[in-house]
Every structure is written in C-alpha cells, then in structure tokens.
C-alpha cells in the first residue's frame, strides 16, 4: 500500500508539473487545490442530476446516468498500452530483480490498478455514492457490478496483449456469447408470459374446450406482457441486489482467476510459461508415469501447443452453451419456486455446460483430441501389428479428463452462482445437489466425445487409403457415422426440452411428481452416455 501511495503521488506530480510552472503556490498546494476542485465539481454535478432530474427523467434513467458517471472513469484505463505502462513504472528496470517477467509484469498490473483508483477518485466516487443513496442496496449493487465488471474487462484486455491470438479472435468470441446470451434470454422472455397464462388456465378450467377459449382470448394479453418485460426489464429483476451481488462476484472471481494468465510479452522468441492448470495436469500424469507411449507423446505435444493458444483462455472456461443457458436462465429462474425443478434444470444444464467446456478444449488442442497427429503417422501405425488403438484412446481419455477438470469446475461453478444469485441459499442448495449427482457423469461425457473422431480414425487405417487427409473430420463419411453416433443423445435431448416444455405448459406434473421425472430423466442421460463410451475393444 505505500508503495501503490508513493507511485500515486509521483503520477500526481507528474501530470501537474505544466501548471505548476505557472501556479504561484507550493507543488502540495497547487495538488490540493485541484483534487479540491475535482471534488466540488463533480459533487455538485451529482447533486444537481439526484435533486433535479427526477423531474425530468423517470428513475431508471437517473440510476444508468450515474452508473455510466461512476464506471466512465476507468475506461481511458483499459486502453492504455502496454509500452506505456512499461515506460511510466520503469518495467525494464524492475525486471533485472532476476523475478520473473511475467511476475513482475503482473505485480505492475496490479500496482496501476490500484494508483489509478486513487487518482480517479474524484471523479467515479460521488456518482457512486449518489447511487447509493438514492437507491440504496439496489445502487449499492449497481456500483459493485460495474466495478467488478471493468475489472475483469482490465485482466482480459492484457490477457489478449500478451497473447498469440489476435484481438479481433478475441471480440469475436466475446462477441458470439454475449450473442448467445441474448438470444437465450429472449427466447425465453418470449415464452415464459405465456407459460404462466397456460398454467392459470390449467388451473381454472383444466384441458378442457374452456382452456382453449381462454388461451385464445388471452393472446393478445401475453403479447402486451412480452412487450412489457422486454421495454421494461431494466427495472425488474437485473436491478436486484442479489442477483447484481452474485453477478460482480462471478466477475471478480473470474478476473482473478484469469489474472494468472497475463503475460509479460507476446514475442514469438519469449520463452511461455504453461498456465497453471496445464502444468499441474502434466506434472500429476508424469509421476502417474504409465507405460502408455502415446500418453506420453500427447503430453508433449500439450506442452508445445499450450504455450501458444489460438484462442483466448477464458473461451475454454466460458463456451458458448455456458452463455446461452445463462440467458436463458435470466428469465426463467425468476418465476421457479418448485425445488425439484431447479434440481432437475441444474442437471439438464450442467450437462450442457460440461459437453460444450469439453468440445471447446478439443477444438483448441485439435492435434492431440481430433486426432490429427495420429493422422500425420497413419504410416507408422500400418507398420505396427496390431495397432495400439485401445492404448492410444486410453491416453485420449486420461488426458482430457485430466485437462477439462478445471474449465469444467470453473463453469459450473459460476452457473452455480448464477442460480444462488437469481433464487437465493435455497435454491442454491438444490442445484448443488444437482451437481453432487452428475459428478459421475463427467468420464461418461469425455468418452462420448472423443467416440467419432476415434472411430473414423480406426475406419481410415484400416482401409488403408493413402489419400492426404489431415484430420478424421475431412473423411468423406465422417458426418453420417457422427449422426448414428449421437442419434440416441440427441432424441433424449430434443425429448427432454419438449416434455419438460409440455409438462409445464399443462401442469403434467406436480410437486414430487418432478422428482420421478428427474430420477428418469437421469437414469435415461447415463444409460445413453454408459453405451455411447463402450466403443474402444468393440473397434
């Protein structure tokens, strides 16, 4: 904390010393005199916007004019560059300590967060603070989430500065979740008015003729209801303190989380350090120290290609399903007050999640999951008699297992948060009781999902084409085996939406009737991933 003191005064000086050559007062002075002003000026603003507005604007208006006044600020602090940063807190000095750079640059990160909170603070802490005090916890709420959100903006944006990928590679994949987190929500904001005039039909009239009358008389009230909850959802349930709570929670932790990954140079000569959780994986299957060769090829080859990711680390953690259940989540979670249903959609979405994290680690490590690599040695393995195809999909298994743990964790972790902040402790509850019991279902995932691509492997060596294929998926049939593969996945899938959807609409089921349902619902999901993971000695 001194030295983050000492740094603020010094950039203090610094940024004033054109107005001290013509200041006739001493260089403590002149600083007081301007923070003096700093703080009047913006607190007469803010006092002026909480006293007059109301007036003027409706309440939501005031409360995202002084949300944007008290996270504006931080924003210039997003951008500045990384040559910028090196130069004002002397970066190539501090690095000859013989640490580390990538710990020195870290530390430097954490020492410019800090010296520009305390510089922008005239002018982000009174907004915040009518905030506050005119909408109490709710605004409370409200400046954490934007807080906390700037901070995680702050650890990804030099995330992507010390990174291979490109940072157009990177405001796509943000850009295509929060896609998904739209449509999840909109999609469901769409469905879930009608949802609850179905059930108070079902609930005077029964499925009955009456129902249908009744369901027909109301269209036009559920279109007036939709168009209510999407012109004013800023003064619904996103402004609850608790969700808004969870939410900057989920932030913050993910940016420190995610703080690990910066890097201090994004030089192609710069010797990388593994991120943490590749290291622990290879260091805990080394001294594992199996006989399995391919095991140990593919773990070389992870320590190569994990040094420089084509993408940014954060989409391995967060894919694309994790955002569309998310959204989705947003507008139906509010209106469930039924146990056994948050049970079962924890379930139903944790599986979602877990295949979509696992599917974003295949993509990323495409030689080693898509079997790339082995394509290049088709040669090699033709030599071999017979070939090792049950050691070689064994390595497969125990290595993304082993790797998807962590972004498997961290997903349904927040998806977690999610629930605890949209329903409280008890809901909280139930879908940790969810997870507890799709635990066992994550080897199951990891083996269904490396199935087709083992599979067109084996059909391409034995077939002993010679044509030029640099992965399974470029075989002619790929898509059809694909298809026979996940037909029993996708019908359990597309059935469970459609019952559950049905059996919610028409109040099918009730109370500890969701229990049965869940059970069954369970039963059915392992049943189909047991067979799917059954492949290797039938090959």
Avoid at 82 to 93: M, N, P, W
Avoid at 293 to 320: N, V
Wanted: charged fraction near 15%; hydrophobic fraction near 50%.
């Amino acid at each position: 904390m001194k030295l983050v003191w000492l740094l603020y005064q010094q950039r203090q000086r610094s940024s004033l010393a054109p107005l001290q050559k013509k200041s006739p007062f001493s260089p403590k002075m002149t600083m007081f005199l301007v923070e003096a002003a700093k703080w009047l000026v913006s607190g007469i603003l803010v006092v002026i916007i909480c006293t007059r507005s109301f007036i003027m604007f409706r309440p939501s208006a005031i409360m995202a004019f002084l949300f944007f006044m008290s996270v504006s600020p931080l924003i210039g602090v997003l951008l500045e560059s990384k040559e910028a940063l090196q130069r004002q807190y002397h970066y190539h000095y501090v690095r000859l300590s013989g640490v580390r750079d990538d710990e020195v640059w870290r530390r430097l990160l954490k020492i410019h967060y800090a010296v520009s909170l305390l510089r922008l603070l005239p002018i982000w802490l009174p907004p915040s603070i009518g905030l506050m005090v005119m909408f109490g916890i709710t605004g409370a709420s409200l400046v954490w989430f934007g807080h906390t959100m700037l901070l995680l903006l702050y650890v990804t944006s030099h995330i992507v500065r010390g990174s291979t990928f490109r940072a157009m590679g990177a405001f796509s994949a943000f850009f295509f979740r929060m896609a998904s987190l739209a449509i999840g929500y909109v999609v469901l904001a769409a469905i879930v008015p009608l949802l609850q005039l179905s059930r108070q039909a079902v609930r005077m009239y029964g499925l009955s003729l009456s129902y249908l009358v009744y369901m027909d008389g109301y269209v036009a009230h559920w279109q007036q209801l939709f168009y209510e909850c999407m012109t004013s959802w800023g003064e619904g349930w996103s402004f609850s303190s608790t969700a808004l709570s969870f939410i900057g929670a989920g932030f913050a932790l993910l940016a420190l989380i995610c703080f690990s990954f910066t890097r201090a140079s994004h030089s192609d000569k710069a010797a990388y350090m593994l991120y943490s959780w590749h290291q622990r994986v290879i260091e805990s299957l080394k001294i594992r120290s199996t006989n399995n060769a391919i095991l140990y090829k593919d773990l070389c080859l992870l320590t190569r290609q994990a040094r420089e990711l084509t993408k940014p680390p954060w989409s391995l953690f967060l894919p694309g399903e994790w955002f569309l259940v998310a959204g989705a989540n947003l507008a139906l979670l509010p209106i469930v007050h039924n146990g056994l249903i948050i049970l079962f959609l924890f379930m139903f979405e944790m599986y979602i999640v877990m295949t979509g994290t696992l599917r974003a680690i295949t993509d990323v490590f495409r030689d080693i999951f898509q079997f790339e690599s082995e394509m290049e040695r088709l040669t090699v393995f033709r030599l071999l008699s017979p070939p090792p195809l049950v050691p070689l999909i064994e390595a497969k298994w125990t290595l993304l297992e082993r790797l998807g743990v962590y972004p498997c964790m961290t997903a349904v972790g927040l998806l977690l948060l999610e629930y605890i902040g949209l329903l409280g402790m008890s809901g909280g509850l139930w879908a940790a009781m969810g997870a507890v019991v799709m635990m066992p279902a994550y080897s199951l995932v990891v083996k269904r999902i490396l199935r087709t691509d083992y599979e067109v492997f084996c059909l391409v060596l034995a077939s002993g084409e010679q044509a030029a294929l640099t992965s399974p998926r470029d075989y002619a049939g790929y898509m059809v085996i694909a298809a026979g593969n996940h037909s029993f996945h996708r019908l359990l899938i597309y059935i469970t939406v459609f019952s559950s959807l049905l059996s919610a609409f028409f109040m099918l089921l009730k109370g500890w009737s969701w229990a049965c349902y869940s059970v069954l619902f369970v039963l059915m999901l392992y049943l189909v991933l047991w067979n799917s993971s059954q492949y290797a000695r039938r090959t």
